[in-house]
């Protein structure tokens, strides 16, 4: 089983839409939960991070945490053309050194 | 965010030459970084975890006599490529951690340095 999962899609959704992006994780003890943005040929670039059941709400971004159900999502409202990407959902586990990444979403947002 | 700089974004070697990647932190300290490599439409692989001042951890598969790290400062890292063969061509991407960062602990990424390898 791999410690973070996530719908590799490609998911499409219409320009202005909401995108709901899925992961779960293995580790019970995980603490922190990131959502990094990756386009193509680019190196990743942190979103959000989130550490509290709940949401967290970041201008368009809005990360929601279930430890209980080891689930963490990201929404996205008003999907833009520029939100196409893959995002990659990341795990801090019990081991602060060690982060463990999904293997990435693919969001296509057409106009 | 913090700043990491990473050289040279992409380098093309001949097979069996050895190739040196640089990763930087610009504005802060970062006494851990992280070296990753990512194949075409995967997922980033941790290849290993670069101390300051002490010897890299590697990874599980991962063999630390071809890919050489040093963190010889609280700046700079770099992975060395040795012997380099076509399976080697990824991107490479390097990580740091602000020293002190809160328990988040948010990963930032250098831009990555796409190797291939003739």
């Known amino acids: 089983q791999k410690e973070v999962e996530q719908n590799s899609g490609p998911l499409s959704v219409p320009e202005g839409a909401i995108a709901s992006l899925n992961c779960t994780y293995s580790?019970?003890?995980?603490?922190?939960f990131f959502w990094y943005r990756q386009y193509s040929g680019k190196s990743p670039e942190l979103i959000m991070f989130?550490?509290?059941?709940g949401d967290k709400e970041d201008g368009r971004f809005t990360a929601q945490l279930n430890k209980a159900s080891q689930y963490v999502s990201l929404l996205i409202r008003d999907s833009q053309p520029s939100d196409s990407a893959t995002y990659l959902c990341?795990?801090?586990?019990?081991?602060?050194?060690?982060?463990?990444f999904g293997s990435g979403t693919k969001l296509n947002v057409k106009p | 965010g913090a700043v990491v700089s990473q050289h040279p974004s992409w380098v093309i070697c001949k097979s069996g030459t050895s190739v040196k990647i640089e990763c930087r932190s610009l504005?802060?300290?970062?006494?851990?970084m992280f070296w990753y490599r990512q194949f075409p439409k995967q997922s980033l692989m941790l290849m290993a975890t670069?101390?300051?001042?002490?010897?890299?951890?590697?990874e599980q598969g991962v063999e630390k006599d071809k890919f050489l790290i040093n963190h010889a400062s609280l700046t700079l890292s770099t992975l060395t490529v040795t012997s380099a063969h076509p399976e080697d061509s990824s991107f490479y991407i390097c990580?740091?951690?602000?020293?002190?960062?809160?328990?988040?602990?948010?990963?930032?990424f250098g831009e990555g340095s796409r190797l291939t390898v003739l």
């Open positions: 990580s740091a951690r602000v020293r002190g960062a809160p328990t988040t602990g948010e990963l930032f």
């Open positions: 580790d019970r003890g995980s603490q922190s």
């Open positions: 989130i550490y509290s059941n």
């Open positions: 990341a795990v801090k586990g019990y081991n602060f050194n060690k982060f463990y």
């Open positions: 504005d802060f300290q970062a006494t851990t």
């Open positions: 670069s101390n300051e001042g002490s010897k890299a951890t590697y």
